[in-house]
C-alpha cells in the first residue's frame, strides 16, 4: 500500500432533516455545500458540507427501508460511519478481505460522488460502519 492512500475522505452523520442540520453545521462554523444527491442503491439522498479542509456528509433516509432509517430508529441522529480513499479499490477489497474484515459487497458499488464503494461491517470494525471508496474520476471535489 502506498503511503497517500487512506486519507479520511469524509464524515457521515445521520440527519432527519438535511436542511435542519445544515443550518447547525452553518451556525458552528463557515461550510458550503458542495453536492447533493439522491443515491437510490443506497436509498439515502445526501449533501456534502465543505468545512475547512474536511467533508462532512449528511445523510437522510428515502424511505423507511433505508439502512439510515434503521440507523435512526436505533440510534437517533449521530455520526454514521468514516469514508477513507484509496486509490486502487479491488486491490483494497481483497487486502482487507484476507485480513478477516467482514465485507458487505462483494464487488465495489456506485456512491455519492460518482465514486466506486464498498462498506465494512461495525461488527469487524468495533462498532465503526467504515466506507472504502475511489473516486472514478479525476475532478472529484
Ligand atoms: N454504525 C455502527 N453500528 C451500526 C451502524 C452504523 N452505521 N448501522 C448498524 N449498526 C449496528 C447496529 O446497531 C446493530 O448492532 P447490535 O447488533 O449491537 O444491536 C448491528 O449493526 C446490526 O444492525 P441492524 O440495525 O440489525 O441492521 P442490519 O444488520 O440490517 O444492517 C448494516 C447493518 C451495517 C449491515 C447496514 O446498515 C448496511 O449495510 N450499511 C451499509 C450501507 C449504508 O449504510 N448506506 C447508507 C450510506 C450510503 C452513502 O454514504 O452513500
Same mark, same amino acid.
Given at each position: 500500500?502506498?503511503?497517500? $492512500?487512506?486519507?479520511? $475522505? ?7 432533516? &438535511? ?8 451556525? &458552528? ?52 460511519? &468514516? ?59
Amino acid at each position: 500500500m502506498r503511503i497517500k $492512500d487512506f486519507p479520511l $475522505d469524509h464524515i457521515a452523520v445521520a440527519v432527519f432533516d &438535511l436542511d435542519e442540520a445544515t443550518e447547525r453545521y452553518a451556525k &458552528l462554523s463557515p461550510i458550503s455545500i458542495i453536492a447533493e444527491e439522491v443515491v437510490e442503491l443506497q436509498k439515502v439522498r445526501v449533501r456534502f458540507l465543505q468545512q475547512a479542509d474536511h467533508k462532512i456528509e449528511l445523510l437522510q433516509a428515502t424511505g423507511p427501508d433505508s439502512p439510515v432509517a434503521k440507523f435512526l430508529a436505533k440510534k437517533g441522529e449521530g455520526i454514521h460511519h &468514516l469514508a477513507f480513499r484509496v486509490e486502487d479499490i479491488h486491490s483494497e477489497m481483497e487486502r482487507l478481505r484476507k485480513a478477516g474484515f467482514q465485507l458487505l459487497q462483494g464487488q465495489p458499488v456506485t456512491g455519492a460522488l460518482n465514486k466506486w464503494i464498498f462498506f465494512i461491517h461495525p461488527k469487524s470494525m468495533g462498532g465503526v460502519l467504515v466506507e472504502i471508496c475511489q473516486p472514478k474520476d479525476q475532478e472529484y471535489v
